[in-house]
Nanobody, 120 residues
Framework: QVQLVESGGGLVQAGGSLRLSCAASGSIFSINAMGWYRQAPGKQRELVALITSSGSTNYADSVKGRFTISRDNVKNTVYLQMSSLKPEDTANYFC??????????????WGQGTLVTVSS
């Protein structure tokens, strides 16, 4: 089927930057929207940023102006550039993709998550 593998999480001080990557692999025919979600301890998973196959983007109000989502359609990879990080950005970040497999199955795929910790 289709798999997503995230990378780039880690520990950073408040005000710092991190770049997350998420690469899709497997039996991919096409990938439509790709996005990043996050889940902090004790909280529900929330949308951080979304990007369509044509490049249209949408951001949570809490990250507008600080985070930038982008994608490389050739590499089937989505990125999240995070700047001016705050302790409240600490969470497990998950990549999500709406994909169509080579068997023409419509799939919603999740990555395993990558932890971002912002220290004050």
């Amino acid at each position: 089927q289709v798999q997503l593998v995230e990378s780039g999480g880690g520990l950073v001080q408040a005000g710092g930057s991190l770049r997350l990557s998420c690469a899709a692999s497997g039996s991919i025919f096409s990938i439509n929207a790709m996005g990043w979600y996050r889940q902090a301890p004790g909280k529900q998973r929330e949308l951080v940023a979304l990007i369509t196959s044509s490049g249209s983007t949408n951001y949570a109000d809490s990250v507008k102006g600080r985070f930038t989502i982008s994608r490389d359609n050739v590499k089937n990879t989505v990125y999240l550039q995070m700047s001016s990080l705050k302790p409240e950005d600490t969470a497990n970040y998950f990549c999500n993709a709406n994909a169509i497999s080579t068997a023409r199955s419509h799939l919603e795929v999740w990555g395993q998550g990558t932890l971002v910790t912002v220290s004050s």
